[in-house]
Every structure is written in C-alpha cells, then in structure tokens.
Nanobody, 129 residues
Framework: QVQLAESGGGLVQAGGSLRLSCAAS????????MGWFRQAPGKEREFVAAISRSGGATSYADFVKGRFIISKDNAKTAVYLQMNSLKPEDTAVYYC??????????????????????WGQGTQVTVSS
C-alpha cells in the first residue's frame, strides 16, 4: 500500500508557474506508474499527465502539452508536475495518483481515473487573470 501527499499548490497570476510535488510512502515506489489529475468545481475529475513506473514514458492531456512536465524520482519516492504558462482555466484541485503494476509494463502510462489504486488528498491551484 502507498500513501500520497501533494504539496505546492497556491495562487498564481496567469502566465506564471507552479511546481506540484507528491510524496509517496512505501518501499515499492518503483513499481508504480503515477498520474496527475484535476477537478474543477462542478466538473468531473480529468486526466492531466502520467509517467510510467520506469520514468521512461510520459503522457499528457492535450490541453497541457507544451506547458506541463511530469517527472518521477524513484530514489526520493516522489513525482512532480511543473506547470508553466498557467491559465485561469487551469484552476482546480490537483490530485496525485498511483497504480501498482507489480511487474513488467515499464512504459505504461495509465490515463483513466478508474485505473489508479491510490489517491492523495489534493492541492488547490488557483490562477488569476
């Protein structure tokens, strides 16, 4: 089992940057593919980015391509989301998620909410215009 804790959210002006961090507990972090999702008020939770258990593959939602970068540090058991050129429509609660792949699937990047096994509590990101 793994526990996830996000940090790094806050208020930023449009065009600014934030770096979200997700610290994970557990000794098998390298077995997990990791993802970032977000949920705005009144909307469903949506996929933002994912990274494979090896860190060798990444996947992004179209609306963040070229602006956000996901990275994973297996030694520090952490995953990060660097968010640049932020827009007011990026305002949401951002969640970190983990999927245990046990073995194999080194380059799999899950994109669906239902694929993930564990979730953090979320961190608020607010982008002002």
């Amino acid at each position: 089992q793994v526990q996830l804790a996000e940090s790094g959210g806050g208020l930023v002006q449009a065009g600014g940057s934030l770096r979200l961090s997700c610290a994970a507990s557990g000794r098998t972090f390298s077995s997990y593919a990791m993802g970032w999702f977000r949920q705005a008020p009144g909307k469903e939770r949506e996929f933002v980015a994912a990274i494979s258990r090896s860190g060798g593959a990444t996947s992004y939602a179209d609306f963040v391509k070229g602006r956000f970068i996901i990275s994973k540090d297996n030694a520090k058991t952490a995953v990060y989301l660097q968010m640049n050129s932020l827009k007011p429509e990026d305002t949401a609660v951002y969640y970190c998620a983990a999927k245990n792949l046990y073995s194999g699937a080194y380059y799999y990047t899950p994109r669906s909410v239902n694929e993930y096994d564990y979730w953090g509590q979320g961190t608020q990101v607010t982008v002002s215009s």
